[in-house]
């Protein structure tokens, strides 16, 4: 399949990339600075921005997918406040450039913090919420609102709570919209299983107009 990566040098989309690499895919790597990905058979690596509508409708024309690995910059001190409104403009015009493509497919990271913990109740909700993590947690949320709102055929994957480089072991347990969890409470998934998982969906195509989750 031809697929289109944003976010391919982040911590997720650098997994999501050599995943789809070692099964095969033709994928179009898209980079504010191309300079940070290598060349690679079936790689293409492209400049652009996913704030700009014009160059994602030129990137994803043909595309089978277009997968977003976009986030908020996250910093020593947490995210950017400054950078965190963007999530909602990019999917928008993720939106908006992927229906002027013609692009049939779109698969976005998201954020766990929008996972019910009990009913009705979603983790950035709960009171034991990190108030600094809230911001970057309700804008994925949005995020969420805006791609559900949308005419497109659309996947949204949430993370587990903890989400982390680690081994690809290809165990792991999926879900809909609560958080996963262990046995002892612990929500956690490596960035490569999560890599499996989110491939798997490109090529199978299970959840279309929905979210899903991952954890161990």
Not at 54 to 81: E, F, H, L, T, W
Not at 101 to 121: C, D, K, Q, T, Y
Not at 205 to 215: L, N, P, V, W
Request: hydrophobic share 40%; charged share 20%; no cysteine.
């Amino acid at each position: 399949m031809r697929v289109v990566l944003y976010g391919a040098t982040g911590m997720i989309g650098s997994r999501i990339l050599k995943e789809l690499l070692s099964r095969g895919h033709v994928v179009t790597a898209v980079a504010r600075d191309p300079s940070k990905l290598g060349a690679q058979k079936n790689l293409t690596i492209e400049k652009g921005d996913l704030l700009d509508a014009d160059n994602i409708a030129k990137v994803a024309k043909g595309a089978d997918v277009v997968v977003s690995s976009y986030a908020p910059p996250v910093g020593a001190q947490g995210p950017d406040p400054t950078k965190v409104s963007q999530l909602s403009d990019a999917t928008r015009a993720l939106i908006a450039g992927v229906r002027r493509a013609g692009a049939p497919r779109i698969i976005m990271v998201g954020g766990a913090g929008s996972l019910e913990v009990s009913p009705g109740l979603q983790i950035v909700d709960a009171p034991t919420f990190p108030d600094a993590y809230k911001p970057v947690a309700l804008a994925h949320r949005d995020a969420m609102h805006v791609l559900q709102a949308s005419d497109l055929n659309w996947t949204y994957f949430s993370p587990a709570m903890m989400i982390q480089p680690g081994e690809r072991t290809g165990k792991f347990r999926l879900g809909k919209d609560s958080l996963v969890s262990d046995a002892k409470g612990n929500s956690s998934i490596s960035a490569e299983d999560y890599a499996i998982a989110l491939v798997d969906e490109v090529e199978q195509g299970r959840h279309t107009k929905q979210r899903f989750t991952i954890g161990y």
